[in-house]
């Protein structure tokens, strides 16, 4: 006899294990599968937490090496990279058992091993040994999050051509590396590596970086990197990737078909991700999935069965972890008759080099395109007053708004603590603010803050400080 759920998730990534939690909470006899042996999806296990860990220590360690300008002067500094890599080791497997601790509080049955439907109401999940135990549910969510792509004939070893995974885990300082794809998790995995000595190069198809991104704030950020030492190489082609005696050798054509070959230690292909809904068996109960191997999904989540919902990087949208919570709880109330509801105008996206970058609504170019009146105001860190002080000015504040009502509908950071400087534009979307709100909010001084207030106030051209 099979164990029997209300509500079973399959995946327990951010997605998955906060719709797991929330379901119990509401009530529902709750399983959680995961096949990777730890909970917390890439997103803990090698995806934000372990990067944003590497991304810290190797700033510090820049910061450390560059101290004597600002009057601390301290012996020679030395790079222990088995060390770093114990510290971000650590910081993984603190938080994934804090996930499973969060689970056993909750009372969510917690499956480890790979599941997949062997009918609607039935999973099946095999463990490490391949034994086999038959789960019935009720309600079944996926939420199996993405897996890293290649490109066309290119096969990821993890060592010398890899992933953002193999990226994480280098056992020594490359010489040289090429980073192929200028999106997010190859520039925070690029500037990792040329911070701890690495002479890091980024070949990118399109003519800017950050595809999707405000094109001021990408403009702006390609400088910044640039000196920073990052060297790129716009509008090339990728043909091919091969491994030599002493590392790889990336072949690739320029708009005007000129051949360029880059020869380095290690290539990070980091060209996006795609759903992973292999293995689980859709076929076989007939889930739908849409031309980009998505599954198919309503408002509510459901796809074609009435019983089966999925979240997360499997269905359309950001590949973000805060999404697929945000979703995972959306979907729970569902499930329980409530409203839960996801408001994806206001997702924000971070990238979290030096400085980081954060944007949220729309773009100016979305914006052109929709054919959307609009008001600008900008506010550089140059002119605030923490900023100056700490000597960390690069960047600015950009906030956009409806011409006629002063409506917020989108703001772009690149700066100090952009990734929560974002999160109070963030509030103030979610409310239908005007600009005028968040300039006549009091701001501490001094603080960052105080330049999303100036850049508020700039809209309607009356900033103090510019």
């Known amino acids: 006899m099979s164990d029997k759920f209300q509500a079973v998730v399959i995946g327990g990534g951010p997605g998955g294990y906060v719709c797991a939690i929330r379901l119990a909470q509401l009530g529902f ?16 296990n090698v995806g ?11 700033e510090e360690f820049h910061k450390v090496k560059h101290l004597s300008n600002k009057g601390i002067e301290i012996g020679e500094i030395k790079l222990n990279l088995q060390k770093m890599m114990k510290n ?15 689970l056993k509080k909750n009372k969510v049955t917690y ?7 062997k009918s609607k109401n039935e999973i099946s999940i095999k463990d490490e040994n391949n034994k086999e135990t038959l789960i019935h549910t009720n309600n079944v969510i996926i939420a199996t999050g993405s897996v890293p792509v290649s490109l066309p004939g290119i ?13 994480l885990a280098f056992e020594k300082v490359p010489k040289k590396m090429v980073v192929v794809g200028g999106g997010y998790i190859g520039l925070e995995m690029g500037s990792v590596w040329s911070r701890l000595g690495t002479d890091v190069h980024v070949v990118e198809f399109l003519d800017h970086i950050t595809p999707g991104m405000d094109k001021e704030i990408s403009n702006e950020f390609m400088k910044i990197l640039k000196k920073q030492g990052i060297n790129f190489h716009m509008q090339h082609k990728v043909e091919k990737i091969k491994k030599n005696n002493t590392g790889v050798i990336i072949s690739t054509k320029d708009k005007d078909g000129k051949q360029k070959d880059f020869e380095c230690d290690k290539v990070l292909v980091s060209v996006g991700r795609k759903p992973n809904t292999s293995g689980l068996n859709l076929e076989k109960v007939g889930i739908e999935l849409d031309n980009k191997k998505r599954v ?13 919902y999925a979240i997360g990087d499997v269905i359309a949208g950001p590949m973000l972890a805060h999404k697929a919570e945000d979703e ?4 729970a109330e569902i499930i329980a008759g409530q409203s839960g509801h996801v408001n994806y105008d206001t997702i924000p996206g971070v990238v979290y080099t030096t400085p980081e970058v954060a944007s949220i609504g729309k773009t100016e170019e979305q914006l052109i395109e929709k054919n959307i009146k609009y008001k600008i105001g900008k506010f550089s860190f140059m002119a605030n007053s923490r900023a100056k002080a700490i000597d960390d000015t690069e960047g600015f504040v950009k906030i956009l708004a409806d011409e006629k009502t002063d409506k917020v509908l989108g703001a772009h950071l690149i700066g100090p603590h952009a990734g929560e400087l974002i999160g109070e534009i963030g509030v103030a979307m979610e409310f239908g603010a005007s600009s005028e709100d968040i ?9 960052f803050s105080e330049a999303v207030k100036e850049a508020a106030l700039s809209v309607d051209k009356r900033a103090i400080h510019s």
């Open 296 to 308: 198919k999904t309503n408002k509510d989540f459901q796809t074609n069965l009435n019983n089966i």
């Open 328 to 331: 995972g709880i959306a979907v």
């Open 48 to 58: 934000c937490i372990p990067s944003k860990s590497l991304l810290n220590l190797s």
């Open 439 to 447: 300039a006549r909010t009091c701001h501490a001084h001094p603080t």
């Open 29 to 44: 006899k709750t399983a959680c599968i995961e096949s990777r042996g730890s909970l917390g999806g890439t997103c803990l």
């Open 88 to 102: 971000k080791d650590k910081a993984v497997t603190v938080l994934t058992k804090g996930v499973e601790f969060l």
């Open 155 to 167: 096969e990821f070893d993890e060592k010398n051509i890899v992933s953002s995974t193999g990226a």
């Open 111 to 117: 499956f480890k091993g790979t599941g997949s439907f």
